[in-house]
């Protein structure tokens, strides 16, 4: 491994092959150098895992990384072997002599930093052995799982509150991508950290194009959404294992490599598919919210929701797995209100007063945030404690404004309907009423006697159920979920019932842009040679496959970006490239300067 550098700066250039750092890594990195302790928010792709990784190379002994995923895990340590870093983890994946082998290298102070679960590092056996080892630090991953308040609570978590108590000199840093205040300060409270350094870094990934568009045809939409993506890596989450599967199918039948995964697959099936995601051997996984949280795969160019998602912190983890190398990227949303309907209903069946009570909180200001009429980026950040006044340039309301129109007559008639059916029915029958359906149920409830019946006929049913919807959200309308969803008035529907108050509605937008024929180009500022960068990419897949590492382990898009522009030709060029330290200098280098150099011939 290269020498340890006398600044954390040379460690950040020599070592990991970046030439400056993002907001606060210095800070927090001299922080823990001091023995002090750190509690950091950090945006999905901000750099946080440098973080602690430098301060373990620079203070004596090893650095303890509590991470919850084994995938998370392998792909940090093989990143970090790359550059050349003592890395390793300590998990059930590994078989009984590469388990001994990784404590040997922990008791001869053989490795820099040791990835390793809650559970195992807290266990009593584990405790023990580390009484003999010299710490550098311990790191806390993923905090929110620490937190009820958190969307991803792990009850496993909770034990790492000890850890201040068990090593009080040992500087501890918490780490999280995810955490509005109320989740930010029961990770502290539960770490002991109420005394850390906390840095807030901000939510913000200006990179990322937010969309939400209502739900028609959603495979329809899907498929022209991913029309001339076929070069691109993305994930499409759904909320359930049945329709990850129908999914999957409907996008293989259809051209495209995809593939399913969900918590309900063998556990042989589920690797081999994060491993050909990672890889570059599969283009698009289809998959539950098991899915995710261990990919640390920088080029994932897109994210969609098939289906919505229960909060707010789980849509921005999840669409934060797109774009983590900082280049344009995409997150759509397919919102269709009933996804609503089930999301509550799995919420209602909880007993825990307090946990539903949060539960349809955080779903309620996820509903807000895709019936947005500004920016969208705004308020998701808004979510979050963190705001901005003008808006951001960067999403689908943004780049195409709704167009607003009047609708109070026709909320007018609508409300009026569900007075006249005696607040007793749900929201189909009361379309139905509006639109003069004759079907039976209609007649034998005497319902075409009304005088509201058939004076919404001129509109079709899509426009009834969006009206419906924004009134229930608007609160005029209560949807009742235990009895039935049936309909009933609020108190602040009778002004908009007597037409002293005005009702605006945006324009659906069902129709989802199918991608222009991208290149590389497109998504980058930098003036490059596209099939340069073909070129090396092809390369980097056929290093990577030989060293059984992702490609991205290699180099990233980004780094093959700045080879393709800047054309470097020699050593010393090489090392100004963007992710090209010492170790994968003496590699790679060779393979791809000999690769720019046959290009220019």
Not at 159 to 169: N, V, Y
Not at 177 to 189: G, M, P
Not at 504 to 519: H, I
Request: hydrophobic share 40%; glycine share 6%.
């Amino acid at each position: 491994m290269p020498a340890i550098t006398p600044t954390p700066l040379d460690s950040l250039r020599q070592i990991f092959g970046y030439s400056n750092f993002r907001q606060y890594q210095s800070e927090i990195i001299s922080t823990l150098i001091r023995g002090e302790d750190a509690f950091v928010l950090m945006p999905t792709g901000g750099g946080k895992s440098l973080c602690y990784q430098i301060p373990a190379l620079h203070r004596p002994g090893i650095g303890i990384v509590v991470s919850p995923l084994i995938s998370l895990m392998k792909d940090q340590v093989d990143a970090l072997r790359e550059n050349g870093v003592r890395a390793a983890y300590y998990n059930s994946s590994l078989n009984a002599g590469e388990a001994r082998d990784v404590l040997r290298r922990l008791h001869t102070n053989d490795l820099d930093l040791l990835y390793i679960a809650p559970e195992r590092l807290m266990s009593h056996d584990f405790l023990e052995r580390l009484n003999d080892v010299q710490i550098a630090l311990f790191a806390i991953d993923e905090a929110h799982c620490v937190s009820q308040w958190g969307h991803d609570f792990r009850p496993e978590y909770m034990q790492l509150g000890r850890l201040r108590a068990l090593f009080p000199k040992i500087p501890l840093i918490a780490l999280t991508a995810t955490a509005e205040s109320q989740t930010k300060s029961d990770i502290q409270e539960r770490l002991n950290l109420q005394k850390a350094h906390s840095y807030i870094a901000g939510f913000d990934r200006p990179n990322i194009r937010y969309t939400v568009v209502d739900k028609r045809k959603p495979k329809e939409q899907l498929l022209a959404f991913l029309r001339g993506r076929h070069e691109q890596s993305g994930i499409v989450y759904c909320l359930s294992r049945k329709r990850v599967e129908q999914v999957a199918a409907h996008l293989s039948k259809s051209g495209f490599s995809s593939a399913a995964y969900h918590a309900g697959l063998p556990a042989d099936e589920r690797k081999r598919v994060q491993n050909d995601f990672l890889k570059d051997n599969l283009q698009v996984v289809v998959a539950t919210v098991a899915f995710g949280m261990g990919i640390d795969k920088p080029n994932v160019r897109f994210v969609v929701h098939y289906d919505l998602p229960k909060t707010i912190e789980s849509y921005y983890q999840e669409t934060g797995r797109a774009g983590r190398d900082g280049l344009p990227s995409e997150a759509l949303l397919l919102f269709g209100y009933g996804d609503i309907a089930v999301a509550r209903g799995l919420i209602e069946s909880n007993r825990n007063q307090d946990q539903k009570r949060i539960e349809i909180h955080k779903l309620n200001s996820m509903v807000a945030f895709t019936e947005a009429q500004s920016c969208r980026r705004n308020v998701l950040l808004g979510y979050f404690g963190e705001h901005h006044q003008k808006p951001c340039g960067n999403c689908d309301i943004c780049l195409d404004p709704p167009e607003l129109h009047d609708v109070t007559e026709e909320a007018r008639k609508a409300l009026s309907c569900v007075y006249r059916v005696g607040q007793r029915f749900g929201m189909m029958h009361v379309i139905d009423v509006l639109r003069g359906s004759q079907n039976e149920r209609i007649r034998r409830l005497q319902h075409e006697r009304l005088s509201t019946y058939g004076i919404g006929k001129d509109q079709p049913k899509e426009f009834w159920t969006s009206l419906m919807h924004n009134l229930v959200h608007h609160g005029f309308l209560f949807q009742d979920v235990a009895e039935y969803s049936i309909l009933k008035l609020t108190e602040t529907a009778r002004p908009l019932l007597r037409g002293e108050q005005q009702f605006t509605m945006a324009k659906p937008r069902a129709r989802v842009s199918s991608a222009k024929k991208k290149s590389p180009k497109n998504t980058a500022a930098l003036d490059y040679n596209e099939e340069l960068f073909e070129k090396l990419r092809v390369l980097r897949k056929e290093l990577a496959d030989a060293g059984g590492v992702p490609p991205f382990v290699v180099f990233g898009d980004k780094s093959l970006i700045e080879m393709a522009a800047h054309l470097p030709s020699d050593d010393e060029e090489f090392l100004y490239i963007h992710g090209v330290g010492a170790n994968k200098l003496n590699k790679y280098g060779p393979a791809f300067l000999q690769a720019i150099a046959d290009f220019k011939k």
